[in-house]
């Protein structure tokens, strides 16, 4: 405690037990939640880039169609892709600061306060 | 910079053109203006640059600006190291020649950064402390992963610095009419010059400040170009391509497949370099390590939003610019310009707003790559003071100081490398460059980032497979493609040398599978397991931020 003041970086965290931390169910918890999120998200944004450039190299004629004055599919599918990665983007953001920010920061206050701390060990705060 | 790929045989010829005929009559506006302009950019972010060197102080003020960095003010120097001089003239003129394909590649571009947000930034942010190599190397045996992920680190460097550095003769010829071959060399000396110095001086944080300032006056020229574009057909869009269709006498220019869809071999190409480019983008060096000027990783994720946002806005406003500048200034006039392609937005600029606004974007493409190689100096030098000096040559204990002094002396000789490189590549096929650079993130780091992050049973082997063999099959695949031999446009500039073996000019759809396939591979062969302990550690810390770098007090 008495050196708290010299110690600048991380001497002062207590030892973290972290394969207790992983196996915890709130961990796990927090893991699936970012992996269900991010893995078919993103494995869909990858299908719909990738089906776009397969369209603008396959199927011209397609592509071609005029909708409404000079402006074709391929002028919307274009700005269609930028509207998607917006509108992922946002929907990421909102995603993580209503699910996975709260249950990271519980977790990271229940590591810094040494709930996880190896039973041998005594803590040090 | 990655659009120099879509001009850069065009700009290659324009500027060996350009040499020949030494046509200063051509450039229209004023070179002393421009150069006035961009010397008064140069005497501001050079004060800014000193201001906020003061505090450079640690290893971590130096690489990592002190983590002191808002969400919005890194994505906003993400954008400006993202979005080169290469990608403001190399798109704008793509689109104004060949149309929608221009377009096509500004999307994959954009589209990447998802990868980039959903996987990466977070969790990089709160396992590592300056460089990629400190998260590769996390759970794996040091030394090794360290050696082979700062060796790739350089190399995409190299690659991309040639690259910016090759251009910037370009663009001289185009903006200031230097056409001859020394005093384009002089030009890139003196980029090459203040580069060292701003890196030298300001460090990340000075180095993060060239780049936000050059990010807003970028993005705030382009838009005001569309928006006067725009005016000028009446806020209809549509009018705006009738009349692009009109002047180019091509109503294709709106339709895909005018550049790409040449061939069968063409679409197989396009497609590798979509590929490169959606996975090349969460793998570039240079974009990772911005990730630890910020304090946490949720200021992380907000950087890249606000880098998509602002890279998503700049890609649709080069829509509208390319489209314009083929009505307003005409394929024709822009293919005769010295320059060629690339000329287009300055063209436009000159028949918009006459020889100031002409002066002004001129002034704006000059920062733009003394901003970018900046980033890509700043980023080598700390892989090398901090991966092979401080971590391999001394075990991860050097002297209190001697890693950033290294670090200096590494800009420096880096700094030097690129001047002289610049100058032996000036008029060279740089898109072999940039595809390497791309071809080289996605197939030598991507894996093995993805694979340390998320898979537990990875392992050294496996990292060093994936990184080793997607670097060497990049490498390889480059050298017997189109872009180095086989042709008069290729790198070696003649028919008679042909080693062009492999069809396409991109290896990203071999070399990429590959490199996840080797990281597979190596792992199940691998008999030995990695310590268990580290893997739990990583995890945790990389979705909590428990134990996560700090920013720095002053």
């Known amino acids: ?125 | 910079m990655s659009f120099t790929a879509l001009t850069a045989s065009a700009a290659a010829s324009a500027s060996t053109g350009v040499a020949a005929e030494a046509a200063p009559a051509a450039s229209p506006g004023e070179p002393w203006l421009n150069i006035a302009i961009f010397g008064a950019f140069v005497a501001i972010t050079m004060i800014i640059v000193f201001r906020a060197s003061r505090n450079n102080k640690t290893a971590a003020d130096y690489y990592a600006a002190g983590r002191s960095f808002t969400g919005g003010q890194n994505g906003s120097a993400i954008a400006g190291d993202y979005l080169s001089a290469a990608s403001f003239l190399g798109i704008v003129g793509a689109i104004a020649m060949t149309g929608y394909d221009g377009f096509l590649y500004s999307i994959g571009f954009l589209v990447a950064w998802l990868v980039a947000l959903l996987l990466v930034a977070e969790l990089l942010r709160n396992t590592g402390k300056f460089t990629m190599a400190d998260v590769l190397s996390f759970r794996l045996r040091q030394k090794p992963v360290r050696i082979a992920a700062a060796t790739t680190t350089l190399v995409v460097c190299f690659f991309y610095l040639l690259a910016q550095m090759a251009g910037a003769g370009g663009l001289v010829s185009l903006l200031l009419g230097v056409g001859d071959q020394l005093g384009q060399a002089v030009v890139i000396t003196v980029v090459g010059a203040l580069m060292i110095l701003y890196v030298l001086i300001g460090g990340m944080k000075g180095t993060t400040w060239v780049q936000i300032i050059k990010a807003v006056l970028l993005i705030a020229g382009a838009g005001v170009m569309t928006v006067w574009v725009l005016a000028l057909n009446g806020f209809d869009f549509s009018a705006l391509l009738e009349n692009a269709v009109e002047v180019a006498e091509n109503p294709a220019i709106l339709d895909p497949g005018l550049k790409y869809g040449v061939s069968d071999v063409s679409k197989i190409d396009f497609l590798s370099l979509g590929l490169a480019l959606v996975l090349g983008t969460a793998a570039l060096p240079h974009v990772l390590m911005r990730f630890y000027t910020v304090p946490t990783a949720k200021e992380a994720r907000k950087s890249v939003v606000w880098a998509i946002w602002l890279i998503g806005i700049f890609y649709v406003f080069t829509l509208v610019l390319g489209y314009g500048a083929a009505a307003l200034v005409g394929p024709a006039v822009i293919a005769g310009a010295p320059g060629g392609p690339n000329s287009a937005a300055p063209l436009l600029a000159f028949e918009l707003g006459g020889p100031l606004l002409l002066g002004l974007i001129s002034a704006i493409a000059f920062a733009t790559i003394l901003a970018v190689v900046a980033g890509l100096t700043i980023t080598a030098a700390a892989s090398f003071a901090h991966d092979i000096y401080a971590s391999v040559v001394k075990k991860g204990k050097p002297e209190p100081g001697a890693e950033v002094k290294v670090a200096r002396r590494t800009v420096v000789i880096i700094g030097i490398v690129a001047i002289i490189g610049g100058i032996g590549a000036n008029g060279q096929n740089v898109a072999f460059l940039v595809a390497l650079a791309f071809a080289v993130a996605a197939s030598a780091n991507l894996p093995t980032i993805v694979y340390s992050l998320y898979w537990k049973r990875f392992t050294t082997k496996g990292a060093l497979w994936s990184m080793y063999g997607g670097l060497a099959s990049a490498i390889i695949l480059i050298i017997f493609s189109p872009v180095v031999s086989g042709s008069e446009t290729s790198m070696l500039k003649t028919e008679a040398i042909d080693f062009a073996i492999f069809p396409l000019s991109n290896p990203g759809i071999v070399s990429i599978p590959l490199a996840f396939f080797l990281g597979w591979l190596g792992t199940v062969l691998d008999k030995g397991t990695e310590d268990p302990l580290k893997q739990s550690e990583m995890e945790v810390r990389s979705l909590t931020g428990v134990g996560a770098e700090k920013a720095t007090q002053h």
């Open chain 1, 1 to 125: 405690m008495g050196n708290d003041a010299l110690s600048a970086e991380q001497e002062t965290a207590p030892p973290v037990d972290y394969p207790a931390v992983q196996r915890s169910p709130e961990f796990q918890e927090l893991r699936s939640t970012h992996r269900k999120f991010v893995f078919p998200v993103l494995g869909a944004c990858l299908v719909w880039y990738f089906g776009y450039v397969l369209l603008a190299s396959y199927a011209h004629d397609f592509m071609s169609t005029p909708v409404f004055g000079h402006v074709n599919v391929a002028m919307l599918l274009g700005l269609a892709q930028v509207v998607t990665t917006f509108a992922v983007t946002t929907w990421y953001v909102s995603y993580a600061n209503r699910k996975l920010d709260p249950r990271a920061e519980k977790l990271r206050d229940e590591i810094e306060h040494a709930d996880f701390a190896p039973a041998t060990e005594e803590t040090a705060r």
